[in-house]
Structure formats: structure tokens, C-alpha cells
């Protein structure tokens, strides 16, 4: 049932769409996951079509959207202490290893919040079409 509903529903997008389609897919799988342990992957279709049923495209990649931007801003929340924490740590005190972890925090940080900015603005693209 699940893949012939996303059969059908990807013919008709364009290709950027489709893969929206399909990542908003993977991500309200792994949103279920936890919640529902030890389902077959045909369970969790299912549960996952449930789920989606009824929808529109549009409003499933704007849920999936919204679902990741979430788990972005809370991994962010986590880490802003430890952030503030290690921008006051001078650099050039440190060992390599040391330096190049904090260089390395740093990025990835840099990353979660480019993240969230391009989820945003796709999300906003989605919605407002």
C-alpha cells in the first residue's frame, strides 16, 4: 500500500520535490523509531503511511522540515554551554590535539546552524508555494 502511494505520488513531482518527498520520509521513520522498537521495516511503512495518510505532499515535508529543524535547535541548545565555555579557551595555550578539537567544535557548530538556516528556508519555500 505504502509504495504504491509513493509510486504514485513521485510521478508527479518534479525531482527536487521527490527528493523532499523522500527525505521527509526518512526522517518521520527515524522520528517513529523510538517510539515503536522492534517493528519490521514493513511495520513501520505502515505505521509511517498512517501517519502521512491524507496529507499532502507539501504538508509532509513541512512536518519532516519542521521535525529536523527541532532536532537541530535542541542539539544546539545542548552544546551553546559548552560553546560559550570554549570560546574563552585561548587556542595557542593548547596541545594540537586540543586545538584542532576545538577548531573542529567549532565547525560543526558553524554546520548545525547552517543547517538549521537552510531548513528554515526551505521549509518557508515549501509552505509558501
Same mark, same amino acid.
Request: charge should be positive.
Given at each position: ?63 519532516? $522540515?519542521?521535525?529536523?529543524?527541532? #532536532?537541530? *535547535?535542541?542539539?544546539? !541548545?545542548?552544546?551553546?554551554?559548552? +560553546?560559550? @565555555? ?15 578539537? $576545538?577548531?573542529?567544535?567549532?565547525? #560543526?557548530? *558553524?554546520?548545525?546552524? !547552517?543547517?538549521?538556516?537552510?531548513? +528554515?528556508? @526551505? ?7
Amino acid at each position: 500500500m505504502f509504495s504504491l502511494w509513493l509510486g504514485k505520488q513521485g510521478s508527479s513531482l518534479r525531482p527536487e520535490d521527490r527528493n523532499d518527498l523522500q527525505d521527509a520520509i526518512k526522517h518521520l521513520k527515524l522520528a517513529l523509531m523510538p517510539s515503536s522498537p522492534g517493528l519490521s521495516s514493513k511495520q513501520l511503512a505502515d505505521l509511517v503511511y498512517a501517519q502521512i495518510s491524507g496529507r499532502t505532499v507539501r504538508e509532509i515535508v513541512s512536518v519532516s $522540515l519542521t521535525l529536523q529543524h527541532d #532536532r537541530l *535547535a535542541s542539539e544546539i !541548545a545542548a552544546l551553546v554551554d559548552r +560553546e560559550r @565555555r570554549y570560546a574563552e579557551i585561548d587556542p595557542s595555550r593548547l596541545g594540537l590535539d586540543a586545538a584542532e578539537f $576545538l577548531e573542529g567544535f567549532k565547525e #560543526r557548530m *558553524a554546520k548545525r546552524r !547552517a543547517e538549521m538556516e537552510r531548513l +528554515e528556508a @526551505r521549509r518557508s519555500q515549501i509552505v509558501t508555494r
